[in-house]
């Protein structure tokens, strides 16, 4: 837990070789411009310092726009610049040689890189990536965010009762099932939960009844490409169970 403080001024975004004593970071600090191809006097560069030597090194003096984000691994230092127009990941060795273009985005600039087990993951865009260091290749992390908030559903629909095309009431009178637009709920008629109990979004039901034990739903589906009776979880939780098939004739609420 002991902290030492590294005599630079000015550094920031360090990253540690293997030894412990060299460290390379990026000088000025970041300044919130994110003008495409900066070339400004507050650009960073990368830096190396080793303790014991008597000044950093700066290694990306080569170019005059912005180059920053150092992570050392295995011997080379990867880091984020926009030498091609785009910032994106690239890597040199220890001296600032031998300088290549690891990944190849255009238009949305690499932002926020973190480099751990020879993995570099980053932001691009909207979207996260993860790069594999020894092979070169960077890949879409597909992260999938579900939400049952109603603003973001694809369609708001502000007057649902003007789509209700049955409604009935439970046998002790507490709740009411719904049907509307193809899709089964159940409403508290006074405190309670709101339930979604059809879960099968490319099925049409129709004309749900509360069953007498009040658990379940008697609805008409049109899962098989004809109208079904089945019977519908009232609280939503488990699948349909089918009670009729192979219909020849049309169907409808008793």
């Known amino acids: 837990g002991t902290r030492t ?29 994110v003008t495409k191809k900066y070339t400004g006097g507050t650009a960073r560069d990368v830096w190396k310092f080793t303790t014991g030597t008597p000044e950093a090194i700066e290694l990306t003096g080569d170019y005059n726009g912005e180059s920053h984000s150092p992570m050392w691994h295995n011997g080379r230092v990867y880091f984020v610049s926009d030498r091609d127009g785009t910032m994106n990941v690239w890597s040199m060795a220890e001296d600032g040689t031998d300088k290549k273009q690891v990944t190849r985005h255009s238009g949305w600039d690499v932002r926020d890189p973190a480099l751990a087990d020879g993995k570099i993951v980053y932001q691009s865009g909207a979207d996260l990536w993860l790069l594999d260091v020894a092979s070169g290749q960077a890949k879409e992390i597909p992260i999938t965010l579900a939400s049952d908030l109603d603003q973001l559903r694809e369609n708001w629909v502000s007057d649902p009762m003007t789509y209700l095309s049955s409604a009935h009431l439970s046998t002790d009178g507490d709740r009411v099932a719904l049907t509307a637009r193809g899709r089964v709920f159940v409403a508290p008629v006074k405190g309670g939960r709101f339930v979604r109990a059809s879960r099968k979004d490319s099925v049409r039901y129709r004309d749900a009844v509360f069953m007498p034990d009040g658990k379940s739903l008697l609805a008409l589906s049109d899962e ?10 009232a609280n939503g939780v488990g699948n349909d169970d089918a009670l009729t098939k192979n219909g020849s004739i049309l169907r409808y609420r008793a």
């Open 224 to 233: 098989t490409g004809e109208l079904e009776f089945v019977r519908v979880p």
């Open 5 to 33: 403080q590294v005599p630079l001024a000015g550094a920031s975004e360090a990253s540690y070789d293997a030894s412990g004593r060299t460290v390379y970071f990026a000088r000025p600090g970041f300044h919130g411009n």
